[in-house]
């Protein structure tokens, strides 16, 4: 028999991936062009060609035994330099080695973070609407998640409402921009009203809390939005990556994290986090990928490709008139739902529309398309949401 713990999860599955599974179902019976499925954050564009190039060139330019053997929890050395040196260029830090640990994407990375750092019955605080997951990656370690009502003007964290959250047993705020699902850019000024935030509950309750950056979508941004790095505004501050979207390689798993120097207890938490990506089953982050991956600090998906699909999609809803955020950044769409969110859900699905549920991101009233699908399935949608509006209006 599975673990109570397993058979409620077993039971409710995933939102996300239900509708990804639900789309191949669709495509078996209506043919995959037919089908439109805006549920699952899958890059439908190609990693840049330096990807494959780094690893062909790793392949057969490095020793097999060091590209696909073990190495410290912590990853390569000199990988992790390389990241570090590459962070200082960007954004003025001052990052070594030992600030960074390769981690099994941003997923992985969060994971290890929350065994790092949480006692049974310690909370994690997050701005809804958020990614579905960070309800389960917390229970994993026995903590508890907190959930801060959304500004629903302009999908910002509310730096009243976070001081509102907060209790003694608040271990960490997860800041996740560009958001998923909303695709905004959390502001600087926001940041820093964060900040003062936590820096005024340390005083209060005597006990630090920290930042979980979660940054996958950091690269995927337009019209010149900046993402200010969190660990210029908050020591405490740790910063889980990943190149599944920056590089379109979500499937290889390959991140980091970032412990700064600053951050309270960082030999204590760098040390335990290396412990906890062993104990954890992940061992290390995959070697080839780590290798790879460090050939290409300076490599990019083409955010253009991006930024017509946003244009369109927005610009295609709007016209017949649905409400939506125009996102800054990531790849999302968040619509307003006219129906209730299950309701409009199925609305969607009979016009082989695959869309997520508001209420899955802690935020009913509202559905997510991910638009990082083929141009040519943007504009064939369109026709169907013209006919999912007028079921709705």
Partial sequence: MISEQMAALVSGNGAIRAMFEEGSRLAALYGRENVFDF????????????????????????DSVLVHGYMSNAGYADVRGDVARSLNGRFGTAFGENNIIMSVGAAGGLNVVLK?????????????????????????????????PPDTEYFMPNAQRLKAALT??????????????????YSEETIKGIAAVLEEARCEHGADIYIISDEPYRELVYDGAVVPYITKFYPNTIVCYSWS?????????????VV???????????????????????????????????????????????????????EGLKSLGFSCVFPSGAFYLWMQSPLPDAEFAEAA?????????????????????????????????????????????
Wanted: hydrophobic content about 40%; charged content about 20%.
């Fill in 260 to 314: 700064p120097s600053e951050a309270q207890d960082y030999s204590l938490v760098y040390d335990a986090a290396c412990i906890a990506t062993r104990v954890l089953g992940f061992v290390n982050a995959p070697s080839l990928m780590q290798r790879a991956a460090a050939k290409c600090l300076g490599a990019n998906v083409d955010t253009d490709a991006y930024d017509r699909n946003r244009r369109r999609l927005y």
């Fill in 245 to 257: 979207k920056s590089l379109s390689l979500p499937g290889e798993r390959i991140g980091y994290i």
């Fill in 349 to 393: 699905k009979k016009q082989n529309i695959l869309l997520v549920p508001g209420i899955s991101f802690g935020c009913p009233g509202y559905a997510r398309l991910a638009y990082c699908v083929s141009p040519d399935t943007v504009e064939r949608s369109l026709p169907a949401f013209a006919r999912l509006a007028s079921e709705c209006f």
């Fill in 168 to 185: 003694p047993r608040t271990k960490a705020v997860i800041v996740n921009s560009p958001n998923n699902p909303t695709g905004v850019v």
């Fill in 39 to 62: 549920s699952l954050g899958n890059p439908n564009f190609p990693a840049p060609a330096d990807v494959r190039r780094a690893i062909v060139e790793t392949l057969d330019g490095e």
């Fill in 116 to 148: 790092t750092l949480l006692n049974p019955g310690d909370e994690v605080v997050v701005f809804a609407p958020y990614f579905v997951e960070y309800g389960n990656y917390v229970k994993n370690y026995g903590g508890k998640l907190i959930v801060v």
